[in-house]
């Protein structure tokens, strides 16, 4: 299994960044695909994540500003950043996972990662 993560890059505060991220080696339309974020000297943290249904959760922090989606007949799944803030600025991490009934997800596989960096 392999993820792709692109679309990194730096940006001014309220600006805007897509980053995509291309499966292979998976059935994707089954799994739940998430992004998680980690600045520098803090824990890796949740971002968004879509599971098969199209379903989508954010963390409160993102929540407005960024977009989950996914393109099952490309085995991508996209964030779309909106009114980047200076604390947004980290490596982001796509991760794909199979839906556990009554648990949470598991995220079995794991991108390379893409930095972001919002100047202020």
């Known amino acids: 299994v392999q993820l792709q993560a692109s679309g990194g890059g730096e940006v001014q505060a309220g600006g805007s960044l897509r980053l995509s991220c291309q499966a292979s080696?998976?059935?994707?339309?089954?799994?739940?695909m998430g992004w998680y974020r980690q600045a520098p000297g803090k824990q890796r943290e949740f971002v968004a994540s879509i599971n098969a249904d199209g379903i989508t959760n954010y963390a409160n922090s993102v929540k407005g500003r960024f977009t989950i989606s996914r393109d099952n007949a490309k085995n991508t799944v996209y964030l779309q950043m909106n009114r980047l803030k200076a604390e947004d600025t980290a490596v982001y991490y796509c991760?794909?996972?199979?839906?556990?009934?009554?648990?949470?997800?598991?995220?079995?596989?794991w991108g390379q990662g893409t930095q972001v960096t919002v100047s202020s």
């Open positions: 991760a794909a996972g199979a839906p556990r009934i009554g648990a949470p997800v598991s995220y079995d596989y």
């Open positions: 080696g998976l059935i994707f339309r089954l799994n739940v």
